[in-house]
């Protein structure tokens, strides 16, 4: 541990989505930049400060307004050049070191580019996040949404794009930001060395619901990353219950069907979220709601009094329907 | 006379907020799923003419954009193609009205389908949606005025944007019976 990390250790900070608790070797780097820089400025500031009351002090006693022009006697005038001209070339000596310490964490960041084994599709919507996972067999493509599954220990390069307007894409703990464009791919090479669920953001303003557009940076060790994908891969099995079964009727049979995909049944639009295994996400609505039965009915009712503006209409129904599909959704899993 | 004309401005400019007012929650009524379209009328000689109306919808450049949307989103362009040029399913742009262009008319169509491949959307979208669709379509072939119709396009313009184009007079010889919708 160098002296900077000891310095970075700032604490009071352990929070799931804060770049000065960083989760990986990049968000390191960001971290000691960003303590560099933080520690150069402050140090400044104080001193400046400090010399500034002690100005004040000594003359709190100078009644007279101070002639004007000037006079001032030539001993004076040459230690007020050295005192600047010193200050100015110390200010200057700093800032290069925070542009030497900028350029040095950028070089090794992009120093990982081209070497990743795991790659990522990441795509925003307003106002969601939609994960796919390529593959080189079409049907065993991984597609998720709202929820980012990487190994740790291991690089993984984000394929970025939007599909509608300029979203950004910022888990703080992992990486720094990355705009995601339309018509256009942006990528991030991303590594976390601690396993854990870490938050991230847009973090470019993309419209009303901008604030509730998060998601979920799960990293996990590789065993576990492996389970997962081969559980997401697969389609889930038939609805075995008559509730759950009804479920899936109200579900093909209403609006449903017009905007969501579940695999293994005759819903493929690609309008809204994949929800093949959506009983194994955390959250709805994009981190906006746990994902549970009462919150998810609710959700299902009247989308637009929870998040007005989004893409998912309010969908009216009967009670029973309502708990049946409410049923046949966190059975996906 | 100049406070005056800055009164009759001030109000012009007010008259046009309303246009770009968002309804996210349209209430329960308009949010039910549309299904609910009368059976055909049968009258001896056809029906009197109506005056065509013009839905809430169509006075608000929201609900005509989010019309815009939908049509991608729900693949009307699959048939009708970007821009409404026609492919498959007959052109929306021109003054060929197939079974009608009134905004009931073009709902009754989204919602019970008509023969010769238009599928029926009845039960899988919701009645404000139809009637955001019907809006936008309307506005395909110039029927909107161009303060409503969207401006620009998400793809690449390969046609006048909704905005500029002229509007078409379709005419009523090809009509079929006009169905009426249960609720306005």
């Not at chain 1, 007020?80 to 700093?94: E, H, K, N």
């Not at chain 1, 919507?125 to 220990?153: C, F, L, R, S």
């Not at chain 1, 891969?233 to 038939?238: D, L, M, R």
């Not at chain 2, 404000?128 to 620009?152: C, F, M, N, W």
């Amino acid at each position: 541990m160098n002296a900077i990390s000891m310095l970075a250790a700032v604490p009071g900070f352990t929070g799931n989505q804060s770049s000065l608790n960083p989760a990986g070797p990049m968000a390191q780097r960001i971290e000691h930049t960003l303590a560099l820089i933080f520690f150069v400025t402050g140090a400044v500031y104080v001193l400046t400060m400090v010399a500034m009351g002690i100005s004040v002090w000594r003359n709190r006693l100078a009644k007279e307004e101070f002639p004007s022009p000037q006079q001032t006697p030539a001993e004076q005038d040459r230690k007020t050049v050295i005192a600047v001209a010193s200050a100015m070339g110390i200010s200057v000596l700093l800032l290069f070191v925070m542009m030497l310490a900028s350029f040095a964490t950028s070089h090794a960041i992009g120093k990982e580019n081209g070497r990743a084994p795991f790659e990522v599709d990441v795509y925003g919507h307003q106002w969601w996040w939609e994960v796919k996972y390529p593959q080189p067999e079409a049907d065993k493509m991984v597609v998720t949404a709202n929820e980012i599954h990487i190994p740790t220990g291991s690089l993984v390069r984000i394929h970025g794009t939007s599909t509608d307007v300029i979203h950004s894409f910022w888990a703080p703990n992992i990486h720094g930001k990355r705009d995601l464009m339309p018509g256009y791919q942006t990528d991030l090479i991303i590594q976390a060395d601690q396993p854990g669920r870490w938050r991230g953001q847009c973090a470019e303003f993309c419209g009303p619901q901008h604030a509730h557009m998060s998601f979920l940076v799960v990293a996990e060790p590789m065993d576990k990353f492996h389970a997962w994908m081969t559980a997401q891969a697969g389609t889930p099995p038939p609805p075995s219950t008559s509730q759950t079964q009804h479920g899936q009727e109200v579900f093909l049979s209403r609006a449903c069907i017009m905007c969501h995909t579940i695999r293994g049944t005759v819903a493929g639009s690609r309008v809204g979220p994949d929800l093949t295994h959506v009983g194994s996400r955390d959250a709805i609505a994009s981190g906006t709601l746990p994902n549970d039965a009462q919150h998810l009915a609710q959700w299902i009712t009247n989308a637009q009094q929870i998040k007005p503006g989004v893409r998912m209409p309010p969908n009216p129904m009967p009670q029973q329907d309502l708990n049946d599909l409410v049923a046949y959704l966190e059975s996906l899993r | 006379m100049r406070w005056r004309s800055l009164c009759v401005l001030a109000l012009l400019v007010m008259a046009g907020c309303k246009r770009e007012q968002r309804l996210f929650d349209p209430g329960p009524n308009a949010s039910q799923l549309a299904n609910s379209v009368h059976g055909t009328v049968v009258q001896a000689g056809g029906l009197p003419y109506q005056p065509a109306t013009t839905s809430s919808y169509e006075q608000s450049a929201y609900a005509v954009a989010e019309g815009k949307r939908l049509y991608s989103a729900y693949n009307c362009a699959g048939c009708h193609s970007v821009g409404g040029g026609g492919a498959i399913g007959p052109a929306l742009s021109d003054a060929e009205w197939i079974y009608g262009s009134s905004p009931d008319q073009i709902y009754a169509t989204i919602v019970q389908g008509r023969g010769n491949g238009m599928p029926a959307f009845g039960g899988k979208v919701p009645d404000y949606q139809v009637r955001e669709l019907a809006a936008y379509v309307r506005s395909l072939s110039g029927q909107l005025p161009s303060t409503i119709a969207p401006s620009r396009s998400d793809q690449m313009p390969i046609a006048k944007a909704e905005q500029a184009r002229q509007q078409e007079h379709p005419g009523d010889e090809n009509t079929q019976p006009i169905q009426h919708p249960e609720s306005h």
